[in-house]
Each structure stands twice: as C-alpha cells, then as structure tokens.
C-alpha cells in the first residue's frame, strides 16, 4: 500500500502565501508523478499543478505565475508553494501520487485533503 500525507492548509488573508507538503509512503518503487488537486463546495476536482520524476511541471491556468510545485525526491515529498492568493483559491487540497510498487504493482494514490481558505 502506498499513502499521501498532506500538511499545511490554513486560513490566510488574500495576497498571501502558503506552503503545503505531501509525503508518499508504503511499498514504494518508484513515484512517477506528484500533483496537487483541489475541490471548492459543489464544484469538480481540478488540476492545481503536476510534477514527473524529471522535473517537468502542469499547472492550471488559474495558478499559472502564482504557484510553484516542487519535489523532493529523496523524500517522496511534493511541495506547493502559493503565492499572491485569492478568495477564489480556497478549496480543499489533496495530493495525488502515481507509480510503481515493489511489487510492481501501478498505483495512483490519493491523500486526505487539507482546507485552504483565503478571506479577510
């Protein structure tokens, strides 16, 4: 079994920053991509930003230029570091993990969630 541990969410006023983190553990082989999602009330899971093992990234178009995902491989931990955040960005975060098992088994893992809210 494979899991995410998301850490970091909170309350922030608008045009401030937030760090969050997610660790991948378990049975790991190998984690081919790392990746933020989010959910605001009543609406789908969105793309926020991806990340390979190579260090390519995807971001939404609405986060483009604010946020910035990286990884650190080392310690199967995805960061998202957001910057200049609006109402519009308070959803709840989850972490998406990708890849092989050692048993080689393909999984695609999801964390619990952190709430982000960004109001004055």
């Known amino acids: 079994q494979v899991q995410a541990v998301e850490s970091g969410g909170g309350l922030v006023q608008p045009g401030g920053s937030l760090r969050l983190s997610c660790a991948a553990s378990?049975?790991?082989?190998?984690?081919?991509?790392m990746g933020w999602y989010r959910q605001a009330p009543g609406k789908e899971r969105d793309l926020v930003a991806a990340?390979?093992?190579?260090?390519?990234?995807n971001y939404g178009d609405s986060v483009k230029g604010r946020f910035i995902i990286s990884r650190d491989n080392a310690k199967r931990t995805v960061y998202l570091q957001m910057n200049s955040l609006k109402p519009e960005d308070t959803a709840v975060y989850y972490c998406?993990?990708?890849?092989?098992?050692?048993?080689?088994?393909?999984?695609?893992?999801w964390g619990q969630g952190t709430q982000v809210t960004v109001s004055s």
């Open positions: 990340i390979t093992s190579g260090g390519s990234t």
């Open positions: 378990g049975s790991i082989k190998s984690i081919t991509t």
């Open positions: 998406n993990a990708q890849g092989w098992t050692s048993n080689w088994v393909n999984y695609d893992t």
